[in-house]
């Protein structure tokens, strides 16, 4: 039987990122994969020159319309952009058999342009924390949903993690990458509140976008075949670390081009 997963997010029209990289990542990943699109942003290598977000009751009618009918085991949930849209997530998770969620706070683009409203952190966190099975922030966006700075030891990561447990995520993958050292480590801190950890060297390259949306879309097709979140996270580390490994060997626009194709 084919496994399905289903990514909520943002399109990018330069196709590095977002839904396209979800629904990459999802087939490289050997499930199939539907889409709810939050938002659309007019985008490439160099940046975002524009966002349209989608109305409410259309998101809602493309959850309802996904889940009625399709057999999801995993959901990944990516660029959300304003606090109406985040309810309205909420309330069609709450609605469906979704299978594990994935959150990938998504706040910045790797140009930096803003994805997420300033005010909608608070409401990410109310209303997406406890309905996620695992999150997967970056250490940037731990340290916005903390208002705290950016953790710079590993002894930093753990206290960030538990932390973020502490505000309603079950789980929660503190991703090192936006790190120092010769090293990129990430965090794994379980439901339990065992800590696994994640390790591969670090690759200088300009072309990282779409790793946050390709990895956590990894994790939730792991899931959705029926691995463990441990072993999904393990596998989805190697995927990424392969791709990063790989991708200066892609020459896409003049900006932080994509990191796989
Ligand atoms: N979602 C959308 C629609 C985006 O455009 C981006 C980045 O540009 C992201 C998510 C986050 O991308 P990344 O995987 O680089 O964190």
């Not at 997530?89 to 959150?103: K, M, R």
């Not at 965090?187 to 976008?209: C, I, M, V």
């Amino acid at each position: 039987m084919t496994a399905i997963a289903v990514t909520i997010a943002g399109s990018d029209s330069g196709g590095g990122a977002g839904i396209q990289a979800d629904l990459k990542s999802f087939s490289a990943n050997g499930v199939y994969g539907a889409s709810v699109l939050t938002a659309l942003t007019a985008q490439n290598t160099l940046g975002v020159t524009a966002i349209q977000d989608l109305p409410e009751a259309f998101v809602r009618a493309q959850i309802d319309a996904v889940y009625s009918d399709l057999k999801v085991t995993a959901t990944k949930i990516g660029m959300l952009s304003r606090p109406d849209v985040i309810r309205c997530v909420a309330q069609g998770l709450d609605a469906h058999e979704t299978g594990p969620v994935i959150l990938d706070p998504v706040m910045v683009a790797a140009s930096g342009d803003p994805l997420l409203v300033n005010e909608a952190v608070e409401v990410l966190i109310a209303e997406l924390l406890p309905r996620s099975d695992l999150i997967t922030p970056n250490l940037h966006e731990a340290a916005r949903m903390l208002n705290g700075a950016m953790a710079e030891t590993q002894e930093d990561m753990r206290e960030q993690a538990e932390a973020l447990q502490k505000l309603g995520a079950r789980a929660v993958l503190m991703k090192g990458g936006h790190g120092a050292g010769p090293e990129s480590s990430d965090l794994l801190l379980d439901h339990n509140g065992q800590e696994h950890w994640f390790t591969a060297p670090r690759f200088e390259t300009r072309n990282t976008h779409g790793t946050g949306c390709t990895l956590s879309s990894a994790i939730a097709a792991g899931v959705a075949k029926g691995l463990t979140l441990k072993d999904a996270v393990a596998e989805a580390k190697s995927y990424i670390t392969k791709a990063i490994a790989a991708a200066d060997r892609l020459a896409i626009g003049a900006g932080h081009g994509p990191v796989h194709h």
